[in-house]
């Protein structure tokens, strides 16, 4: 099953990411561990910052690792 993450840095994130390029690898790469994998990924222009296509084996993992996408990116300073 294929879903799209909209994402917002924050002041601290866009730091982090102007800092640390590789950060948004990184989340990626933690994302995966809940068992989405991450097709496409494109910083866009407007009210949001990133367009994310992801792609879930189980459809009960969408709910659960866009929270932990947030909450991942979040606490490691990303901001994404």
Excluded: C, W
Excluded at 13 to 29: C, D, M
Excluded at 32 to 38: I, L, P, Q, S
Excluded at 44 to 57: C, E, I, K, Q, R
């Amino acid at each position: 099953m294929a879903f799209v993450l909209l994402s917002q840095v924050t002041e601290k994130g866009t730091a982090t990411i102007k800092g640390r390029p590789e950060r948004v690898k990184e989340v990626n790469r933690e994302i995966e561990a809940f068992g989405v994998r991450v097709l496409h990924q494109y910083a866009v222009l407007g009210p949001y910052d990133f367009v994310t296509v992801a792609s879930a084996a189980k459809m009960s993992f969408r709910p659960v690792s866009a929270s932990s996408f947030s909450l991942i990116a979040t606490a490691r300073g990303s901001g994404v």
